[in-house]
């Protein structure tokens, strides 16, 4: 198949594209560009390479789902706070944190779907209800996290490590998922 027919291919495809498919993408691109601009804005000198290679992965993110793309995306951008960011948790950190988690989750529901299928609303409450529920513990686990830091208890680190984990089987169970086999 030539250069030529792809495009043409990929061009009826997006013209056929179904209204979860484009809205999910939108989601990608909007939560992406936050997680982006939120980290290019503070007062800490970032890493030039993080947008250069960031707003490519982005793009890839958002035309190919289920490609790596996605993955080198939230990897670079936390990586980019990792490298030069101060060490404390800040309202910034968890606005791009929360960006990246609705990136991952968005690009999850339009990566297992061709970008013309017509999506029922079950299948969206399926990806709403525990998506909808790691934003609301994302910020809660954080704010837990900044005040323990703050008050310098013994074993902070596997306090936050605990309620990650618990965050965590909540998102998974709600999600509908089952811990043995079927």
Not at 20 to 43: C, I, N, P
Not at 100 to 129: C, I
């Amino acid at each position: 198949m030539s250069i030529a027919e792809r495009i043409n291919l990929w061009l009826a495809q997006m013209r056929a594209s179904g209204r979860a498919a484009v809205l999910a993408r939108l989601t990608v691109a909007a939560a992406g560009a936050v997680a982006l601009l939120v980290s290019a804005v503070q007062s800490w000198d970032q890493l030039d390479l993080i947008p250069l290679i960031a707003i490519p992965m982005l793009v890839a993110t958002i035309v190919l789902p289920d490609s790596l793309a996605g993955v080198f995306f939230i990897v670079v951008v936390a990586l980019g706070w990792l490298s030069r960011a101060p060490g404390e948790v800040t309202w910034s950190l968890v606005l791009t944190g929360i960006a990246l988690l609705v990136v991952h989750l968005a690009t999850a529901f339009t990566a297992q779907l061709p970008s013309y299928a017509l999506v029922h609303q079950q299948s969206l409450r399926r990806w709403l209800v525990p998506g909808a529920i790691a934003l609301l513990i994302g910020p809660v686990v954080a704010v837990a996290a900044a005040l323990i830091q703050g008050a310098e208890v013994p074993g902070s680190l596997l306090v936050t490590a605990a309620a990650l984990v618990l965050a965590t089987a909540t998102i998974w169970f709600a999600a509908g998922q089952k811990v043995g086999r079927d």
